[in-house]
């Protein structure tokens, strides 16, 4: 009886109560994060006046769009069916409108040409004949003249039938149609436009076509921009204004059920999400302020053949209707878009809490509430100090020493614990088991979570331990470790503040509640143990709260993983961003092991609770990828490159399978797959040989990754559905110095041109743009201009265009310099399989089951001029 009352203690309980409550309150939050409302049914339409959105017709609209498979821009299906079809749906919502509303539409084919000044790889954007369907909404009896735009793209990435990007929105819009034109109520005082756009996936044209030539957009106020980067859940409102905060207090009235977080806002627009969205182009072209919607959970099939309508829940329709349609109407009458400019005052704070309500106010207010808090949390801290001091008689600068290395230890174990995390993913990847969690979530817990943990109660404990002294009992310890931890959070929150860091905001539920239940006990004097319970009720709600954030990350940023590259390791990654949750966590938790008495039964448990994660992440369940859910990604593509000297003739040619790699196991898994792709071998010394490698990247920022890529000899060559037809047609010398030279191309709607001058040489004048864009990434020292050349309406007609190239010393240019490298690329993206050569069809055939694979043919032709 002894040895059982020895073995199971309060301690004990604790350890198995603390993990549980833990992981408790994590479900919990998961449970409210994941439910949905049930979709309306057609039958159930009229059983209300007001007009509801009714789930069971998008879905059948959705069937309707995606049933012929992908909508490429450029493709047969994008230009033809899915034009022709959504004008069709288009043309009945306006003719059962109310006869209060008129509704006009129009397909607008659109050209032109702008530039996107990405990081080292900038893109000149040029189109031709981009196809949107543009449609207009106004009350016959009140109109202002202004318009609030509502975007959604219909094209689809290549393979993808695009059920979820972006198809879910198209016919969220088609509804929102039916719902606010056939319903009194919707007293507009604005017009509403839809923007139907047929090129989103090539570099936005689509909006920007809009943006540039149709003449409504003279008028568009705001708009509202719609997206998806996942297959399920809720849509996330992830971007406002910029600088129109009047917009989230719209969102925060009259929307349902929000979800939305600055955090996510500057996750976004730091880079670290691999997406663009049209919010750019309408924002930073039109000028327009307007809120960005996505569904990005769990995105594991986004931009895959497997994002078809059956993973789309008649739910996740609901909820994004249901939101979007009290939205609307209340914008579609918001005074404010009337003089939009008059309401101009900075960004805002914002954020949702279990998507119950929003808290949103300015930036500005932001930084006074911060900094008061802050200076606030600091006051407590030296006035606990001074409490402790006249309480139990110690003397003052005992108390300060001792608080000053509480400090100091604190701060070491926050530094241990997410050491601790990244050592494990270190670890990890050294042996080949990284992405463990790809598949099994669950696992970041034990691997990342739980060695935090261990960091943090390590800490204290040694401390504890080995410094004994007397004018303090242990409780007084413990909470002169909460204080450093609250003192860590105040400073950091000040700190991110005056940088400008808005999403410092979640440092506010650990210091708002610390302060609370610290002014509270400060009341009772911190009555022994009666305080620990004042605490621990004080961190329900931001344990709460960050269960909740904790969910949106990792749904959101686990599947991004299998979709960025092979060189730098996602456990890293995961490591840092469970340390960083931990800590919000349980940063105001972990002092307590001071209070327990075997404190061996917490480190036990710590360390089981890793040793079983660990070894059920080397079974496997820990293999990354699974065959239907979450699959590994590849873009294998099959490649005739021919170079030429500059007199014209041919100096190498052959056929390539390219590998771009996607992940962190590429090429191992592949490799041990498909025996062929042991032979595969770096890009190496091409890179130095021939123009951006001489492979023909369909996206000039691909040739980041061309360190990492991987290419085998092919014996056939690819098959092309149609010829890529290129030629120099004439010179000319416009100035001194100066020689400029037309060419006339024709290929399929996919090209792309990279321009490098030689150099002395710099490049003046072309036919894509007024002005000469920034150099991308140079090349053997060589400025490299780059151009996503595309044609849509299925009319592949020839294009002339010219180069105008300038020597450094004027006067010295001579017909038979040579002046500047020419790459013209051609990508067979939208064609048929049976445009496949035996021989590559064969290699795809070996893929394993677990893979999703993008593949088609591509073409480049170098030249010397």
Same mark, same amino acid.
């Given at each position: 009886?002894?040895?059982?009352?020895?073995?199971?203690?309060?301690?004990?309980?604790?350890?198995?109560?603390?993990? &549980?409550?833990?992981?408790?309150?994590?479900?919990?939050?998961?449970? $409210?994060?994941?439910?949905?409302?049930?979709?309306?049914?057609?039958?159930?339409?009229?059983?209300?006046?007001?007009?509801?959105?009714?789930?069971?017709?998008?879905?059948?609209?959705?069937?309707?769009?995606?049933?012929?498979?992908?909508?490429?821009?450029?493709?047969?299906?994008?230009?033809?069916?899915?034009?022709?079809?959504?004008?069709?749906?288009?043309?009945?919502?306006?003719? +059962?409108?109310?006869?209060?509303?008129?509704?006009?539409?129009?397909? +607008?084919?659109?050209?032109?040409?702008?530039?996107?000044?990405?990081?080292?790889?900038?893109?000149?954007?040029?189109?031709?004949?981009? +196809?949107?369907?543009?449609?207009?909404?106004?009350?016959?009896?009140?109109?202002?003249?202004?318009?609030?735009?509502?975007?959604?793209?219909?094209?689809?990435?290549?393979?993808?039938?695009?059920?979820?990007?972006?198809?879910?929105?198209?016919?969220?819009?088609?509804?929102?149609? %039916? *719902?606010?034109?056939?319903?009194?109520?919707?007293?507009?005082?604005?017009?509403?436009?839809?923007?139907? $756009?047929?090129?989103?996936?090539?570099?936005?044209?689509?909006?920007?076509?809009?943006?540039?030539?149709?003449?409504?957009?003279?008028?568009?106020?705001?708009?509202?921009?719609?997206?998806?980067?996942?297959?399920?859940?809720?849509?996330?409102?992830? *971007?406002?204004?910029?600088?129109?905060?009047?917009?989230?207090?719209?969102?925060?009235?009259?929307? *349902?059920?929000?979800?939305?977080?600055?955090?996510?806002?500057?996750?976004?627009?730091?880079?670290?999400?691999?997406?663009?969205?049209?919010?750019?182009?309408?924002?930073?072209?039109?000028?327009?302020?307007?809120?960005?919607?996505?569904?990005?959970?769990?995105?594991?099939?986004?931009?895959?053949?497997?994002?078809?309508?059956?993973?789309?829940?008649?739910?996740?329709?609901?909820?994004?209707?249901?939101?979007?349609?009290?939205?609307?109407?209340?914008?579609?009458?918001?005074?404010?878009?009337?003089? #939009? +400019?008059?309401?101009?005052?900075?960004?805002?704070?914002?954020?949702?809490?279990?998507?119950?309500?929003?808290?949103?106010?300015?930036?500005?207010?932001?930084?006074?509430?911060?900094?008061?808090?802050?200076?606030?949390?600091?006051?407590?801290?030296?006035?606990?100090?001074?409490?402790?001091? @006249?309480?139990?008689?110690?003397?003052?600068?005992? #108390?300060?020493?001792?608080?000053?290395?509480?400090?100091?230890?604190?701060?070491?174990?926050?530094?241990?614990?997410?050491?601790?995390?990244?050592?494990?993913?270190?670890?990890?990847?050294?042996?080949?088991?990284?992405?463990?969690?790809?598949?099994?979530?669950?696992?970041?817990?034990?691997?990342?979570?739980?060695?935090?943990?261990?960091?943090?109660?390590? &800490?204290?404990?040694?401390?504890?331990?080995? @410094?004994?002294?007397?004018?303090?009992?242990?409780?007084?310890?413990?909470?002169?470790?909460?204080?450093?931890?609250?003192?860590?959070?105040?400073?950091?929150?000040?700190?991110?503040?005056?940088?400008?860091?808005?999403?410092?905001?979640?440092?506010?539920?650990?210091?708002?509640?610390?302060?609370?239940?610290?002014?509270? $006990?400060? #009341?009772?004097?911190?009555?022994?143990?009666?305080?620990?319970?004042?605490?621990?009720?004080?961190?329900?709600?931001?344990?709460?709260?960050?269960?909740?954030?904790?969910?949106?990350?990792?749904?959101?940023?686990?599947?991004?993983?299998?979709?960025?590259?092979?060189?730098?390791?996602?456990?890293?990654?995961?490591?840092?961003?469970?340390?960083?949750?931990?800590?919000?966590?349980?940063?105001?938790?972990?002092?307590?092991?001071?209070?327990?008495?075997?404190?061996?039964?917490?480190?036990?448990?710590?360390?089981?609770?890793?040793?079983?994660?660990?070894?059920?992440?080397?079974?496997?369940?820990?293999?990354?990828? %699974?065959?239907?859910?979450?699959?590994? %990604?590849?873009?294998?593509?099959?490649?005739?490159?021919?170079?030429?000297?500059?007199?014209?003739?041919?100096?190498?040619?052959?056929?390539?399978?390219?590998?771009?790699?996607?992940? @962190?196991?590429?090429?191992?898994?592949?490799?041990?797959?498909?025996?062929?792709?042991?032979?595969?071998?770096?890009?190496?010394?091409?890179?130095?040989?021939?123009?951006?490698?001489?492979?023909?990247?369909?996206?000039?920022?691909?040739?980041?990754?061309?360190?990492?890529?991987?290419?085998?000899?092919?014996?056939?060559?690819?098959?092309?559905?149609?010829?890529?037809?290129?030629?120099?047609?004439?010179?000319?010398?416009?100035?001194?110095?100066?020689? %400029?030279?037309?060419?006339?191309?024709?290929?399929?709607?996919?090209?792309?041109?990279?321009?490098?001058?030689?150099?002395?040489?710099?490049?003046?004048?072309?036919?894509?743009?007024?002005?000469?864009?920034?150099?991308?990434?140079?090349?053997?020292?060589?400025?490299?201009?780059?151009?996503?050349?595309?044609? &849509?309406?299925?009319?592949?007609?020839?294009?002339?265009?010219?180069?105008?190239?300038?020597?450094?010393?004027?006067?010295?240019?001579?017909?038979?310099?040579?002046?500047?490298?020419?790459?013209?690329?051609?990508?067979?993206?939208?064609?048929?399989?049976?445009? @496949?050569?035996?021989?590559?069809?064969?290699?795809?055939?070996?893929?394993?089951?677990?893979?999703?694979?993008?593949?088609?043919?591509?073409?480049?032709?170098?030249?010397?001029?």
């Amino acid at each position: 009886m002894k040895l059982l009352s020895y073995i199971f203690t309060l301690e004990l309980l604790w350890c198995v109560l603390g993990p &549980g409550i833990g992981i408790g309150v994590y479900f919990l939050t998961y449970w $409210n994060w994941n439910t949905l409302p049930s979709g309306v049914n057609l039958a159930d339409e009229n059983t209300t006046t007001d007009g509801r959105f009714v789930a069971e017709r998008a879905l059948y609209d959705l069937g309707a769009l995606t049933s012929r498979g992908p909508r490429v821009a450029g493709s047969e299906t994008n230009e033809r069916f899915a034009v022709d079809w959504l004008y069709g749906a288009i043309e009945t919502v306006a003719r +059962q409108a109310l006869p209060e509303y008129e509704v006009t539409y129009e397909v +607008q084919r659109v050209s032109g040409s702008y530039f996107l000044d990405y990081d080292d790889y900038p893109i000149t954007s040029y189109y031709r004949n981009v +196809q949107n369907l543009v449609v207009s909404i106004k009350r016959r009896d009140s109109f202002s003249g202004k318009y609030l735009l509502l975007n959604a793209h219909f094209d689809s990435a290549v393979t993808s039938p695009g059920a979820g990007d972006d198809g879910t929105m198209v016919v969220v819009m088609l509804e929102l149609m %039916r *719902q606010l034109t056939q319903h009194a109520r919707s007293p507009l005082q604005h017009g509403l436009l839809f923007l139907f $756009n047929g090129c989103e996936e090539n570099t936005m044209q689509g909006a920007h076509g809009f943006v540039r030539a149709h003449p409504l957009a003279q008028s568009v106020a705001a708009f509202i921009n719609l997206d998806v980067a996942a297959n399920a859940g809720r849509e996330i409102m992830f *971007q406002s204004g910029p600088n129109y905060p009047f917009l989230m207090a719209y969102y925060r009235d009259y929307v *349902q059920r929000p979800y939305a977080n600055t955090l996510g806002e500057e996750v976004f627009q730091m880079g670290l999400v691999p997406s663009f969205t049209d919010y750019e182009t309408l924002s930073k072209q039109g000028g327009w302020p307007g809120l960005d919607f996505a569904l990005s959970s769990y995105g594991y099939l986004y931009h895959t053949a497997l994002d078809a309508r059956e993973t789309i829940s008649a739910g996740t329709l609901q909820h994004i209707g249901d939101n979007l349609l009290g939205l609307v109407r209340a914008l579609g009458s918001a005074d404010e878009l009337g003089n #939009i +400019q008059e309401h101009r005052e900075g960004t805002a704070v914002f954020f949702d809490f279990m998507h119950l309500f929003l808290v949103y106010y300015t930036e500005t207010t932001a930084m006074i509430v911060n900094i008061v808090l802050g200076v606030l949390s600091l006051a407590l801290i030296v006035g606990t100090l001074f409490m402790i001091m @006249r309480k139990d008689g110690a003397v003052g600068s005992n #108390i300060l020493f001792e608080a000053g290395m509480t400090l100091i230890v604190q701060t070491l174990s926050i530094v241990l614990g997410a050491g601790l995390s990244v050592l494990v993913a270190v670890i990890f990847d050294a042996c080949g088991r990284s992405m463990s969690w790809f598949s099994s979530t669950w696992l970041l817990f034990g691997l990342y979570f739980v060695p935090c943990i261990g960091g943090l109660t390590l &800490g204290p404990f040694l401390y504890v331990h080995f @410094r004994k002294i007397p004018f303090l009992h242990d409780q007084g310890r413990v909470i002169l470790f909460l204080h450093a931890q609250h003192c860590i959070y105040a400073v950091l929150l000040i700190t991110l503040s005056i940088g400008g860091i808005r999403s410092a905001f979640v440092l506010l539920f650990p210091i708002i509640f610390y302060c609370s239940t610290t002014i509270v $006990n400060m #009341i009772i004097q911190f009555r022994l143990r009666v305080w620990i319970y004042v605490h621990l009720v004080g961190q329900l709600v931001p344990v709460i709260y960050f269960c909740s954030l904790a969910v949106t990350l990792f749904a959101v940023f686990v599947p991004m993983t299998g979709r960025s590259d092979n060189r730098s390791n996602p456990d890293l990654q995961m490591a840092l961003f469970a340390s960083l949750v931990t800590l919000l966590l349980v940063g105001l938790l972990t002092p307590f092991i001071v209070l327990f008495r075997r404190k061996v039964y917490v480190f036990c448990t710590i360390l089981l609770l890793f040793l079983v994660t660990a070894i059920v992440a080397a079974t496997p369940e820990g293999f990354p990828f %699974r065959e239907r859910t979450s699959p590994q %990604r590849y873009y294998i593509f099959h490649h005739q490159r021919n170079f030429y000297w500059p007199n014209g003739t041919l100096r190498d040619s052959g056929a390539i399978y390219y590998l771009h790699p996607q992940d @962190r196991h590429t090429p191992e898994l592949l490799q041990s797959e498909v025996p062929e792709w042991s032979a595969a071998q770096l890009l190496g010394d091409e890179c130095e040989k021939e123009l951006y490698c001489g492979i023909p990247f369909y996206i000039n920022r691909y040739h980041r990754q061309s360190g990492s890529s991987y290419w085998l000899p092919a014996m056939e060559p690819p098959i092309f559905p149609e010829r890529v037809s290129f030629e120099f047609v004439s010179r000319e010398v416009p100035a001194p110095g100066r020689v %400029r030279m037309y060419f006339r191309v024709q290929g399929p709607s996919h090209m792309s041109l990279y321009v490098s001058p030689l150099a002395g040489r710099s490049l003046v004048g072309w036919s894509f743009s007024e002005r000469i864009p920034p150099s991308g990434k140079r090349w053997n020292g060589q400025d490299v201009y780059f151009v996503n050349f595309f044609s &849509g309406s299925m009319e592949l007609t020839p294009f002339t265009f010219y180069i105008e190239i300038e020597h450094a010393a004027a006067g010295t240019a001579q017909s038979s310099d040579s002046h500047f490298y020419l790459s013209v690329v051609a990508q067979y993206m939208h064609h048929d399989s049976v445009y @496949r050569a035996r021989e590559f069809q064969t290699l795809l055939d070996k893929m394993p089951k677990y893979a999703h694979t993008v593949a088609y043919p591509g073409y480049l032709e170098s030249w010397i001029f």
